[in-house]
């Protein structure tokens, strides 16, 4: 919904709060940058060279509702970060090529009013805050960070360490500043949950984000970088990216419900690459499923808890209330002998078989 919904109209008019966080958000400096961000370096080649090449967005989304939230809860914590820890927050930092805002840097023996031995360690750490929902969350604490979020927080490091830093009110500007540990801090939206990762820093990592960048920077046009997402309705980053209709050519699809995915077949060459992906992964989820299946039955008897690193847990199992029995509805109808009402059935989904060719003897 992206209007207030009013309980009592008194005829009083009240502001519009989510068009107005909207008009807010795109106003902010990160929205209006135009140098590569570090936060777009390692997601995806195509959308990085999108912006590279300031390319007008195609899909400026106004139901944003849940970032523009995460915004706001991190500019909170960045708060709580600097006042309560001492943290330098909200950097900016840049070579000329790469413009960023490193969320909270301590430099080495930082001293700050609720200090520990471990937090006043001689260390530099540069950490990067992101708000996540809880599915999300969930995904952070099974697989850890992913890449593209270590090269984020890896370049901050590599700014700081080569002298990135821009107009601060305290600390040495154009200066190298000493980076030892690099930190993401995630934050569940709904109900506050923390994990962190950290980690020595890197200079094999910066150097893959930097190579990631440098082969974005030097593309002609946006259209010769791969999409290396899978595209509307598979990836979550794809359906609200602010380029999804350009680069997937979302205007000029037939009205017939194709995926996007399907220019992505244009050749004979591709649609046999698309084949043999089906059948690989076909034969690797049914093996699975059987596995799945077979653990889930050993599973029934068990109680939950935790046995070594797996949690398990249940749910369910309630008893449902009553609900309609279309058969005997319709066998009253037709002891009545009234006609059965009906409605038209669509099509049907359209069922894919692949199978493999045998090779000529």
Same mark, same amino acid.
């Given at each position: 919904?992206?209007?207030?919904?009013?309980?009592?109209?008194?005829?009083?008019?009240?502001?519009?709060?989510? %068009?107005?966080?909207?008009?807010?958000?795109?106003?902010?400096?990160?929205?209006?940058?135009?140098?590569?961000? $570090?936060?777009?370096?390692?997601?995806?080649?195509?959308?990085?060279? /999108?912006?590279?090449?300031?390319?007008?967005?195609?899909?400026?989304?106004?139901?944003?509702?849940? &970032?523009?939230?995460?915004?706001?809860?991190?500019?909170?914590?960045?708060?709580?970060?600097?006042?309560? /820890?001492?943290?330098?927050?909200?950097?900016?930092?840049?070579?000329?090529?790469?413009?960023?805002?490193? +969320?909270? /840097?301590? &430099? $080495?023996? #930082?001293?700050?009013?609720?200090?520990? =031995?471990?937090?006043?360690?001689?260390?530099?750490?540069?950490?990067?805050?992101?708000?996540?929902?809880?599915?999300?969350?969930?995904?952070?604490?099974?697989?850890?960070?992913?890449?593209?979020?270590?090269?984020?927080?890896?370049?901050?490091?590599?700014?700081?360490?080569?002298?990135?830093? %821009?107009?601060?009110?305290?600390?040495?500007?154009?200066?190298?500043?000493?980076? =030892?540990?690099?930190?993401?801090? @995630?934050?569940?939206?709904?109900?506050?949950?923390?994990?962190?990762?950290?980690?020595?820093?890197?200079?094999?990592?910066?150097?893959?984000?930097?190579?990631?960048?440098?082969?974005?920077?030097?593309?002609?046009?946006?259209?010769?970088?791969?999409?290396?997402?899978?595209?509307?309705?598979?990836?979550?980053?794809?359906?609200?990216?602010?380029? %999804? #209709?350009?680069?997937?050519?979302? =205007?000029?699809?037939?009205?017939?419900?194709?995926?996007?995915? #399907?220019?992505?077949?244009?050749?004979?060459?591709?649609?046999?690459?698309?084949?043999?992906? @089906?059948? +690989?992964?076909?034969?690797?989820?049914?093996?699975? *499923? %059987?596995?799945?299946? *077979?653990?889930? *039955?050993?599973?029934? &008897?068990?109680?939950?808890?935790?046995?070594?690193?797996?949690?398990?847990?249940?749910?369910?199992?309630?008893?449902?209330? $009553?609900?309609?029995?279309?058969?005997?509805?319709?066998?009253?109808?037709?002891?009545?002998?009234?006609?059965?009402?009906?409605?038209?059935?669509?099509?049907?989904?359209?069922?894919?078989?692949?199978?493999?060719?045998?090779?000529?003897?």
């Amino acid at each position: 919904m992206t209007t207030d919904t009013i309980a009592d109209n008194l005829g009083v008019p009240v502001p519009d709060l989510w %068009k107005g966080a909207h008009r807010d958000d795109r106003t902010r400096p990160r929205s209006r940058q135009r140098l590569l961000g $570090p936060s777009s370096i390692g997601l995806c080649r195509r959308r990085a060279a /999108y912006e590279v090449h300031g390319t007008w967005p195609t899909d400026l989304a106004d139901n944003m509702h849940a &970032a523009i939230l995460g915004t706001w809860l991190h500019e909170g914590i960045l708060r709580v970060l600097r006042e309560q /820890y001492g943290a330098h927050t909200e950097l900016e930092l840049t070579d000329g090529v790469i413009l960023g805002h490193a +969320d909270a /840097y301590w &430099a $080495p023996g #930082t001293p700050h009013p609720r200090a520990t =031995d471990a937090q006043a360690a001689d260390m530099g750490v540069v950490e990067d805050v992101k708000t996540k929902s809880t599915r999300a969350l969930d995904v952070v604490v099974r697989q850890g960070p992913s890449q593209a979020e270590w090269f984020q927080v890896h370049l901050y490091a590599h700014l700081l360490r080569t002298g990135g830093l %821009k107009d601060h009110p305290q600390l040495p500007t154009g200066e190298p500043l000493p980076v =030892d540990v690099v930190r993401l801090r @995630y934050v569940g939206r709904e109900y506050g949950q923390v994990v962190v990762h950290q980690r020595a820093y890197d200079e094999d990592v910066t150097q893959q984000a930097l190579a990631w960048a440098e082969d974005v920077l030097a593309s002609p046009e946006p259209e010769a970088m791969p999409r290396d997402l899978d595209g509307p309705g598979l990836s979550i980053i794809c359906d609200n990216c602010p380029f %999804k #209709t350009a680069c997937w050519n979302l =205007d000029q699809l037939a009205d017939d419900g194709r995926a996007p995915q #399907t220019i992505l077949a244009e050749n004979t060459e591709s649609i046999t690459e698309a084949l043999r992906a @089906y059948a +690989d992964a076909a034969e690797v989820e049914s093996a699975a *499923k %059987k596995r799945k299946a *077979k653990a889930r *039955k050993m599973l029934d &008897a068990a109680d939950a808890g935790t046995y070594g690193a797996f949690r398990l847990s249940w749910s369910g199992g309630n008893p449902r209330p $009553p609900e309609p029995d279309p058969e005997a509805m319709i066998r009253i109808i037709e002891g009545l002998g009234v006609g059965i009402p009906m409605r038209s059935g669509g099509r049907s989904s359209r069922t894919i078989g692949v199978s493999r060719v045998p090779e000529a003897g």
